[in-house]
């Protein structure tokens, strides 16, 4: 859901389910463990939640992050 229909702790909460989702099942997407999360402007600041986040909630699952590449 993309904004101003959606306001910005839904969006997160969406992404972050997504993204546990994504990173407990790679074997199932057929992906590889070299996962790289990159957010621009906005997009880095939800990066960044959604890294910071799950650190605090799977640090198993964001251990699998290889990379988190945030621009401004």
């Known amino acids: ?13 969406l ?3 997504f993204l546990q989702t ?3 099942n790679l074997e199932d ?5 070299n996962i790289i999360l990159m957010g621009w402007s ?3 600041h939800m990066a960044l939640t959604l890294a910071l986040q799950l ?4 640090p198993a699952l964001f251990n ?3 990379q ?5």
């Open 22 to 24: 994504l990173l407990a």
């Open 42 to 44: 906005s997009g880095g």
């Open 1 to 13: 859901p993309l904004a101003p229909e959606t306001k910005a702790p839904e969006s997160l909460n």
């Open 15 to 17: 992404s972050n389910q």
């Open 29 to 33: 997407f057929n992906l590889s463990d």
């Open 64 to 66: 699998k992050i290889s």
């Open 68 to 72: 988190l590449i945030l621009l401004s």
């Open 55 to 58: 650190q605090k909630e799977a």
